[in-house]
């Protein structure tokens, strides 16, 4: 008998100990995690000064230059002015295929400028450019993680190729349709992207298309007394030409109608055109398994409430902020319009999301902006460069999936080749 309870103290004893062991198990750590942690501090830094300097579509010098700094000190070779940009460029490490793309954005929004760490609308320059989207953090992460991809593909010696493309203008959905006109994805096997969000969860199926255009009525001076006659109002043109606009598709054969009656002449342009994104279940699925090792940004107590102060200044439910990963399903995400859209249609893509603002709060305002330099945006930043750094991983250790996704991709688009909304000699220009 004493044996026995001897032997059962002992059994209980070992079972403590592996359910404490258990217990204690941490989530899968990949080396592009380990190294992101480690330099923390540096893309916090990159991040901090581009939100420090917001600068507008076609203007981002500066902040696409701190991008492509980092890149160079690590090794990739970049390119500017892709698809007639001057602030466009490729950054190339590694040969051969696989070839797994990340993309960056980075520029600002008008008149959202903000004092860093207020719970109130507060600019820091009255009417100045700010960070309303978050780009500041979209672009560093991206960058981050193709320098960690990068260092796993030569530390594991794996075969491929990493790309990371600095897109600008996409405020103004254009910046990524010019370098697929002019064919910088041409080399490429798959894009993986990322968007700062409410809520942790793979973006798929759900942006809009958008299409606009510059129409010009150009008519002919007279004097207004003494022979207005002779005058041909292009201000009727216009009117005329509103009334008449009632499906896109009709917008040419209205404005050339309106020309025609008022005897003026007629010129449109297109400023942008983006489509719906072409989805590709293969990639969602990639992103979604590193999504769900990775877990949510790990939010504390001052950021929750820092967040609820945000939503009460607003008049919103103070709920805080997204604490969990959202299961993978078909139309997760928002619908705002991106020139992303376009990538998609030349080239596999998927998009992941970060929680990186208040639930409830809407992007391109105050809010965004000021948690685009707080923890809030920091720590769904790192989240956003350890899934992506992990995701291409996996991609250039695995054919088979990037063949895959090839595969979806050629049965999204019926096969047809993806053909440019843009004319051939149009030119990007900030409108």
Same mark, same amino acid.
């Given at each position: 008998?004493?044996?026995?309870?001897?032997?059962?103290?002992?059994?209980?004893?070992?079972?403590?100990?592996? *359910?404490?062991?258990?217990?204690?198990?941490?989530?899968?750590?990949?080396?592009?995690?380990?190294?992101? /942690?480690?330099?923390?501090?540096?893309?916090?830094?990159?991040?901090?000064?581009?939100?420090?300097?917001?600068?507008?579509?076609?203007?981002?010098?500066?902040?696409? =230059?701190?991008?492509?700094?980092?890149?160079?000190?690590?090794?990739?070779?970049?390119?500017?002015?892709?698809?007639?940009? &001057?602030?466009?460029?490729?950054?190339?490490?590694?040969? !051969?295929?696989?070839?797994?793309?990340?993309?960056?954005?980075?520029? =600002?929004?008008?008149?959202?400028?903000?004092? &860093?760490?207020?719970?109130?609308?507060?600019?820091?320059?009255?009417? %100045?450019?700010?960070? %309303?989207?978050?780009?500041?953090?979209?672009?560093?992460?991206?960058?981050?993680?193709?320098?960690?991809? $990068?260092?796993a593909?030569?530390?594991?010696?794996?075969?491929?190729?990493?790309?990371?493309?600095?897109?600008?203008?996409?405020?103004?959905?254009?910046?990524?349709? @010019?370098?697929?006109?002019?064919?910088?994805?041409?080399?490429?096997?798959?894009?993986?992207?990322?968007?700062?969000?409410?809520? $942790?969860?793979?973006?798929n199926?759900?942006?809009?298309?958008?299409?606009?255009?510059?129409?010009? @009525?150009?008519?002919?001076? =007279?004097?207004?007394?003494?022979?207005?006659w002779?005058?041909?109002?292009? *201000?009727?043109?216009?009117?005329?030409?509103?009334?008449? $606009?009632?499906?896109?598709?009709?917008?040419?054969?209205?404005?050339?109608g309106?020309?025609? +009656?008022?005897?003026?002449?007629?010129?449109?342009?297109?400023?942008?055109?983006?489509?719906?994104? #072409?989805?590709?279940?293969?990639?969602?699925?990639? *992103?979604?398994?590193? *999504?769900?090792?990775?877990?949510?940004?790990?939010?504390d107590t001052?950021?929750?409430?820092?967040?609820?102060?945000?939503?009460?200044?607003?008049? @919103?439910?103070?709920? !805080?902020?997204?604490?969990?990963?959202?299961?993978?399903?078909?139309? $997760?995400? !928002?619908?705002?319009?991106?020139?992303?859209?376009?990538?998609?249609?030349?080239?596999?893509?998927?998009?992941?999301? #970060?929680?990186?603002?208040?639930?409830?709060?809407?992007?391109?305002?105050?809010?965004?902006?000021?948690?685009?330099?707080?923890?809030?945006?920091?720590?769904?930043?790192?989240? +956003?460069?350890k899934?992506?750094?992990?995701?291409?991983? /996996?991609?250039?250790?695995?054919? =088979?999936?990037?063949?895959?996704?090839?595969?979806?991709?050629?049965?999204?688009?019926? !096969?047809k080749?993806?053909?440019?909304?843009? &004319?051939?000699?149009?030119?990007?220009?900030?409108?």
């Open positions: 008998m004493p044996i026995l309870v001897r032997r059962s103290v002992l059994l209980f004893s070992i079972a403590l100990v592996a *359910l404490a062991g258990l217990a204690q198990t941490p989530a899968r750590v990949t080396s592009t995690d380990a190294w992101l /942690d480690q330099t923390r501090a540096r893309w916090t830094a990159v991040a901090q000064k581009i939100w420090e300097m917001p600068e507008l579509a076609l203007n981002e010098k500066r902040s696409s =230059a701190a991008l492509a700094a980092e890149l160079e000190k690590e090794g990739f070779r970049v390119t500017w002015g892709i698809g007639g940009e &001057a602030t466009a460029f490729a950054a190339i490490a590694g040969s !051969g295929k696989p070839v797994v793309a990340l993309l960056a954005e980075y520029d =600002a929004l008008p008149g959202l400028s903000q004092a &860093a760490g207020k719970a109130k609308k507060e600019a820091l320059v009255e009417k %100045g450019p700010g960070h %309303g989207c978050g780009h500041n953090l979209l672009g560093t992460a991206a960058a981050a993680a193709a320098i960690a991809a $990068n260092r593909r030569i530390e594991q010696k794996l075969p491929g190729t990493i790309q990371l493309f600095g897109t600008p203008a996409e405020e103004q959905l254009y910046g990524k349709t @010019f370098m697929v006109r002019d064919g910088a994805f041409k080399d490429t096997d798959v894009v993986l992207a990322w968007h700062p969000g409410l809520q $942790n969860l793979v973006n199926r759900t942006r809009l298309a958008a299409t606009a255009v510059d129409v010009e @009525f150009f008519g002919r001076t =007279a004097h207004a007394a003494a022979s207005p002779l005058g041909r109002s292009s *201000l009727d043109a216009l009117v005329l030409f509103d009334h008449a $606009n009632e499906m896109l598709g009709r917008m040419r054969k209205a404005a050339e309106a020309g025609l +009656a008022t005897e003026t002449r007629a010129q449109v342009s297109p400023l942008f055109s983006v489509r719906e994104p #072409v989805p590709n279940n293969t990639l969602d699925q990639v *992103l979604q398994k590193e *999504l769900e090792r990775v877990g949510p940004p790990a939010f001052a950021d929750i409430e820092f967040a609820k102060a945000v939503q009460k200044e607003m008049g @919103f439910e103070t709920l !805080g902020l997204a604490t969990s990963v959202l299961p993978y399903k078909e139309r $997760n995400g !928002g619908t705002a319009s991106s020139d992303i859209s376009e990538v998609s249609a030349a080239v596999p893509l998927a998009e992941l999301g #970060v929680a990186a603002l208040p639930l409830g709060a809407p992007g391109h305002s105050w809010a965004q902006t000021v948690c685009a330099a707080h923890p809030i945006g920091y720590k769904a930043m790192m989240v +956003a460069a899934v992506l750094a992990a995701s291409a991983v /996996d991609l250039l250790k695995d054919p =088979a999936v990037i063949k895959a996704a090839r595969e979806d991709f050629q049965k999204e688009t019926k !096969g080749p993806y053909v440019s909304p843009l &004319a051939p000699d149009a030119k990007p220009k900030p409108f």
